[in-house]
């Protein structure tokens, strides 16, 4: 088309008198009963396509696993529409150049729909390998130049000779040029690509898919048949009936998609189901020859170029389960064997199962799967169970036992294989049977019911071994049937348990001695120093006050020892507790001289609020032995970088000589220390599971300024002790 006459074209297409200037009620009635019968049939086509298309594209939005397909059907049905709808416009013009505008946008239309055609054919029999980018681009190629050359105005390539006849309605008469002859060639190896697709992919078909897909081949054909029947010179002059005929192909989708649900049920992909299976495939025919394998087999069989081969060759193991199968000597047992592929280092192991393809043909199925990580678990799993310290024992319903695990030789000295069959109660101690067959029984009206329990069971060499049993019901597992007992041998445990209970009552015994048999005599002693003391005088009284301190330090002996032998590590409730009140209520209860606290915590920690307090007593106590000083000062502060708090002092600190030991009981560094005070500190600490140690003085914040306010012996003061002296941090972990 000229550019003169596409500018007339629009011209009159843009005005309400587009039809030989008549307006468009007026032209209709106006129009022969032939030109009127095409339009219509053109205008109905059009509308039942654009509707097919809409109906597509609602569809797609719902079903994102196969939109893709859903979208090249719309695209297909509108532009099969937009084919119909201004062809339709070019037969009811009547002049030549309105007939060349439409004539030039119809073919628009008609460059769309064979590449959307052979899009969607292969996008739904699931040929995914040619929908690729690239090919979307070569099919663009083609209907762009097309486009091009009508836009730039090179008609002439496309049709030339151009002209009206009236009869029977006005018609436009034209010479095809070459480029049409080319485009329409084109267009047919694209359709008849798209219909061999499907003709092939509906003849594996059954139901359903085979009736979609004849009904798509059919709407295909039909115009396209007919199209070629126009441009070699059948049919009516000047009138090509490709368009019209878009009504059948539209009936014949809608049939598709109200009979076989073609919107609804759209095939998968079997070329993406192939490419993506974990299984292998081999198809044998009836000369025992592989005519069709996926990758999964030849990554299996390490060998690309299956096809063609003997199976006998390839898996002689195959071969003998396909000539049994045959012979119809084969059950649903006898059709599958494990075998193994591969040498020592890339071995695999392989499931293959064989069944027949149907009966006409003769062809069979062999499929392979690759079992390699189940063999090694079960491997794995089996060495860890012979391997094991603990018998894993299954029963069923009654108690029977039905597989025990190969460690019970070990540890028991039994035969598993002869322990299967027996009730598992005949080797429990007698004493235990009762409590465990209740237990038992219990377990049974309960899936998946967890117990554990303890028994005794005796060895082959006659000792009553103790175990600890976790069971567990699975009766209701197909992969079990039973109830699963794991026991644990426990004999050693329990022996360190009674030796512990032993020696715990002993040191109870001990306590008792030490509370009554030892404070009492002290008791009375002290009382006689007392009296001694009013009745001497002189240098008499210097030797009676050093009595008094002798039973002071003994008294506190009793009370350490009774601390560790009773009590130590028993950690009562834990509850928040101030750092500042409780270290303040320690050192009222300690003969503190004249050393002063300095509390430096707003801290508050979970403990045993009595225990914290002998904490305190006992580090502060340990501070005012070591002092040479009578103003020495006491520090309680937090941990500036760790959760917990420390309590320092600025007396000589500690002696290197007993630093490394200072915990242990019986070490001290003062000749009036009872050696068990950290000991003692350092049980009450672990108990909380805290952590205590000896730090430098001088890491902490504990310098003292040049002067102080003073302030009375053993008072809690705000002043700063300066550095050096002992530090004991305890890291609470909070």
Do not use: C
Request: aromatic residues 8%; charged residues 25%.
């Amino acid at each position: 088309m000229r550019p003169a006459e596409l500018r007339r074209g629009l011209a009159s297409v843009l005005t309400t008198e587009t039809l030989s200037g008549e307006t468009i009620p007026n032209a209709l009635t106006s129009m022969p009963f032939e030109q009127l019968a095409y339009v219509g049939l053109l205008v109905f086509s059009m509308v039942v396509l654009a509707a097919l298309g809409s109906h597509a594209l609602r569809t797609a939005r719902g079903r994102p696993d196969h939109r893709r397909t859903l979208l090249l059907f719309g695209l297909f049905m509108f532009g099969s529409a937009f084919w119909s709808g201004t062809y339709s416009l070019q037969l009811a013009a009547t002049d030549e150049s309105t007939k060349l505008f439409w004539l030039s946008l119809s073919n628009v239309g008609a460059v769309i729909v064979p590449g959307a055609w052979l899009l969607f054919a292969l996008s739904y029999v699931g040929k995914d390998r040619w929908l690729r980018p690239w090919t979307t681009l070569l099919l663009v190629i083609e209907p762009l130049v097309v486009v091009g050359v009508l836009a730039l105005g090179q008609s002439d390539l496309f049709w030339y000779n151009t002209g009206v006849v009236e009869e029977p309605f006005p018609l436009l008469t034209r010479e095809l040029g070459p480029l049409f002859q080319v485009h329409a060639m084109y267009s047919y190896l694209l359709i008849l690509f798209g219909t061999a697709v499907l003709v092939q992919w509906a003849r594996r078909k059954q139901g359903v898919y085979r009736g979609q897909a004849a009904l798509l081949i059919t709407g295909s054909a039909v115009p396209t048949v007919f199209n070629v029947a126009f441009l070699v010179g059948f049919g009516p002059a000047n009138v090509n009936l490709t368009a019209p005929l878009f009504v059948f192909s539209g009936l014949a989708f809608w049939t598709a998609i109200a009979r076989y649900r073609l919107l609804d049920v759209v095939p998968v992909a079997r070329e993406s189901v192939i490419e993506n299976m974990r299984d292998g495939y081999l198809v044998i025919d009836d000369q025992g020859r592989i005519v069709d394998t996926n990758p999964a087999a030849t990554r299996l069989l390490r060998d690309s170029s299956l096809v063609g081969d003997r199976i006998d060759s390839v898996l002689p193991a195959a071969a003998g389960l396909l000539a049994a199968l045959r012979d119809g000597d084969t059950d649903d047992a006898d059709d599958r064997t494990e075998l193994v592929i591969g040498d020592d280092h890339d071995r695999r192991y392989v499931d293959m199962s064989v069944s027949p393809l149907g009966t006409e043909t003769g062809s069979s199925l062999v499929v392979l799967r690759d079992i390699t990580d189940r063999r090694s678990t079960e491997r794995r799993f089996k060495t860890l169970i012979e391997n094991s310290s603990d018998l894993v024992t299954v029963v069923n319903e009654d108690g029977v036992i039905e597989y025990q695990s190969p460690s019970t030789e070990q540890l028991l000295g039994y035969d598993p294989e002869a322990m299967t069959g027996a009730n598992a109660l005949t080797y429990v101690h007698p004493a235990d049977r009762e409590e465990l067959a209740a237990v038992f029984e219990a377990g049974l009206n309960e899936d998946e019911y967890t117990a554990r329990t303890e028994y005794r069971v005796r060895h082959t060499d006659g000792e009553w071994r103790t175990y600890e049993a976790l069971s567990r019901n699975l009766l209701d597992d197909p992969a079990v049937e039973g109830v699963v007992i794991n026991s644990r041998d426990i004999t050693e445990r329990k022996r360190r348990e009674r030796e512990l209970a032993e020696t715990n009552e002993r040191l109870d015994q001990f306590a008792s001695v030490v509370s009554h048999d030892l404070r009492n005599p002290l008791n009375v002693a002290q009382g006689y120093v007392e009296l001694l003391d009013e009745l001497v005088d002189g240098e008499a009284d210097q030797y009676v006050d050093e009595v008094a301190e002798s039973h002071d330090r003994m008294e506190r002996i009793i009370d350490d020892v009774l601390a560790l032998a009773r009590d130590g590590t028993e950690i009562a409730e834990r509850h928040p507790v101030e750092l500042t009140h409780v270290a303040r209520d320690a050192w009222s209860n300690v003969d503190t001289a004249q050393a002063s606290l300095v509390t430096r915590t707003d801290s508050t920690v979970p403990a045993d609020r009595s225990l914290l307090v002998r904490v305190f007593e006992n580090l502060f106590r340990n501070s005012i032995e070591h002092s040479d000083e009578g103003d020495l000062t006491v520090v309680v502060e937090d941990l500036p970088d760790e959760a917990g708090f420390a309590v320092a002092d600025d007396g000589p600190g500690i002696d290197a000589a007993v630093r490394d030991e200072l915990f242990e009981p019986g070490v001290t560094g003062s000749q009036s220390g009872t050696g068990l005070g950290l000991a003692i500190v350092e049980r009450i600490v672990e108990a909380h599971d805290w952590e205590i140690r000896l730090a430098d003085a001088a890491n902490g914040s504990n310098a003292r300024p040049e002067s102080t306010d003073g302030g009375i012996d053993g008072d809690v003061v705000d002043v700063e002790p300066r550095p050096s002296g002992a530090r004991f941090e305890i890291l609470t972990g909070d």
